[in-house]
């Protein structure tokens, strides 16, 4: 059975590259990026606006009194956050520019007390009509973190429904897109929202399907997994994994059309407790060292990460159970997405007929291309994996679309064997490639005695060992395209 739904999925992604639902990219930019130093520095100017059909600014707030406040006059006003950002349409005159209220630092109980208030909420969704309007933004995310929690109320299931409902009345009125950021775990489906009454109201759902793990949890896990480990078989260990949290608010009622899945443009870190033990669920002591641009222990943007690999001394290790990679080096721990991960969660995404993926966040992307694949590699994986060569006009950046590091990880005994979920084939190799291969430059290479498999180049290098990577079954690596793909669309020669 396991074999089939992976045929399926290998079978049905193919073809939903030609004919997807999956057809909107949603792409967060946090604008404080443009106070980070050196590489990181990060400008409305360095978007690519044509990697993304939505492109929304954050954070504004609320304020006591109901009203939509903005958070930094000096960056929004001042040096022309806002105007500078509208002027993206230049470049792509059909991507769809919005601004997100809220966020993790806003807290609830303001939003709370608003949403809760027949006085305020109505107050509410006039500053905020009045707000896109006047500095013309296309429409308004509410990012609220969230309804019920951190100091919000047992009426907040209802009354974020209320103001949905509300803003929505208004947004029709006007011609505005209304958006929501959500947490992903089945439990707030529950506790917070109301699936199907959000379906009625907003045009679409971003799923914050990350975060899942990180150096909280006292030991080391995949900050976005696909699937579970195998002895993640608890009430709350099963529900953290994208396809679950996919699964669950499908079930619970919202429309897959209207679910973008989330994926993140970052990674989370950890300190070791023993540099001996470095496998998924090592023990740690707190929460990796920060990086040299966002500067907070415990999260690395994909730029950080990317630069500290290209560094060298990191060992690189690929879950084939929960379909992501990790690395470490000394007594640091890194669980992060790249590309080829990325382009599975795509190709899931499509599998299960959501309306789109959303990138959290574009600024946390390679956005010059230093690390060698590409301007905005991930963002850019996700636009080739949804529109293909056609679609919406295309980017100014090459990126490849690789399949996943099959390096095997050491797990715990699994306790059950419930794996239902389509999950693409790996297969491990001892085979030692040839010491003499050199990699020319970044990127993936081909071996040349086996086309069904490739290696993970760093420029000058001789080819290792653990470099290695293999294709599903029955595929080869193509040189030209940078994928695997039938034996007959490949310059391979049997």
């Known amino acids: 059975m396991k074999a089939a739904l992976v045929a399926g999925l290998l079978l049905v992604s193919s073809i939903a590259s030609i004919n997807a639902a999956t057809d909107r990219i949603v792409c967060y930019f946090g604008s404080w990026a443009t106070y980070r130093i050196g590489n990181g520095k990060y400008d409305v100017e360095n978007i690519n606006p044509k990697l993304c059909t939505h492109i929304i600014y954050t954070f504004v707030g609320l304020d006591t009194k109901g009203n939509v406040k903005i958070l930094d006059n000096w960056l929004d006003i001042s040096l022309g956050g806002y105007s500078r950002f509208l002027q993206l349409k230049q470049r792509n005159p059909n991507v769809k520019l919005m601004v997100a209220i809220g966020g993790w630092n806003e807290g609830s109980s303001t939003y709370s007390t608003m949403a809760n208030s027949d006085l305020l909420r109505a107050v509410f969704v006039e500053s905020a009509v009045s707000f896109v309007k006047r500095y013309g933004f296309d429409g308004f995310d509410v990012d609220w973190e969230y309804p019920t929690l951190r100091g919000g109320s047992v009426d907040d299931r209802v009354g974020f429904i209320k103001l949905l409902r509300d803003l929505r009345a208004r947004f029709d009125q006007e011609g505005l897109i209304l958006s929501i950021a959500t947490a992903a775990t089945g439990d707030y489906l529950r506790s917070a929202y109301d699936a199907p009454e959000i379906n009625k109201y907003v045009h679409f759902v971003n799923l914050m399907a990350y975060d899942l793990h990180a150096y909280w949890d006292a030991q080391t896990g995949a900050n976005a997994p696909m699937y579970p480990n195998s002895w993640e078989t608890g009430y709350t260990t099963s529900m953290l994994n994208v396809d679950a949290c996919v699964r669950a608010w499908l079930a619970a009622g919202l429309s897959p059309s209207k679910l973008n899945l989330g994926v993140p443009v970052f990674g989370h870190t950890f300190k070791l407790a023993s540099t001996l033990d470095t496998r998924i669920g090592a023990p740690t002591i707190g929460p990796g060292d920060a990086g040299p641009y966002t500067l907070e222990p415990g999260t690395l943007s994909y730029l950080e990460i990317c630069e500290k690999l290209a560094s060298g001394g990191y060992s690189l290790q690929f879950s084939n159970e929960q379909q992501v990679p990790y690395a470490y080096r000394g007594n640091q721990w890194i669980s992060y997405d790249s590309v080829s991960s990325i382009v599975f969660k795509v190709q899931y995404a499509k599998y299960m007929n959501l309306g789109g993926v959303m990138v959290w966040s574009i600024e946390s992307d390679d956005a010059r291309g230093i690390c060698g694949q590409g301007e905005h590699p991930i963002t850019s994986a996700v636009y080739r994996e949804v529109f293909g060569s ?94 695997c793909t039938y034996l007959f669309d490949t310059d391979c020669q049997i």
């Open 390 to 483: 056609t679609g919406t006009p295309q980017p100014s950046v090459t990126t490849t679309t690789q399949r996943p590091v099959t390096t095997t990880t050491t797990q715990k005994p699994a306790t059950t064997t419930t794996t239902v979920t389509p999950r693409p084939t790996s297969t491990t190799t001892t085979a030692r490639p040839n010491q003499k291969l050199v990699c020319p430059a970044s990127g993936f290479l081909r071996d040349p005695a086996d086309c069904t498999q490739f290696y993970q180049c760093y420029p000058g290098l001789p080819i290792q060992t653990s470099w290695m990577l293999k294709c599903p079954t029955n595929l080869y690596f193509d040189n030209k395209t940078n994928v």
